[in-house]
């Protein structure tokens, strides 16, 4: 019952930064736990970071931490992924995810929501 919305990819070089950003509409955003998942050609959608409700709790990717940082504004209906030193294996389609379950990380299967996608490109 939350629709959402990425914004915030393009093509960068590795090494660099982009923020993402996942606005959401609908009822009571601040009760959705927020994820982002990604997915690579050929590959299977995989999990990047997660945050619950609260922000209190947050989870990510081995191959993310410490270059991945997720955030949310509920004020503004809002969930950030701030990227930097990417890599171009990092290179997929970005999607956020919402779920009423207060686990910063779950199965994709327990999202309730998903949003259209942005794309990344990390160039060599």
């Known amino acids: 019952q939350v629709q959402l919305v990425e914004s915030g990819g393009g093509l960068v070089q590795a090494g660099g930064s982009l923020r993402l950003s996942c606005a959401a509409s609908g009822r009571a955003f601040s009760s959705y736990s927020i994820a982002w998942f990604r997915q690579a050609p050929g590959k299977e959608r995989e999990f990047v970071a997660g945050v619950t409700w609260s922000g209190r709790y947050t989870d990510y990717a081995e191959s993310v931490k410490g270059r991945f940082t997720i955030s949310r504004d509920n004020a503004k209906n809002t969930v950030y992924l701030e990227m930097s030193s990417l890599k171009p294996e990092d290179t997929a389609v970005y999607y956020c995810?919402?779920?009423?379950?207060?686990?910063?990380?779950?199965?994709?299967?327990?999202?309730?929501?998903w949003g259209q996608g942005t794309k990344v490109t990390v160039s060599s």
């Open positions: 995810a919402a779920s009423v379950r207060i686990k910063a990380r779950l199965t994709a299967e327990e999202y309730d929501s």
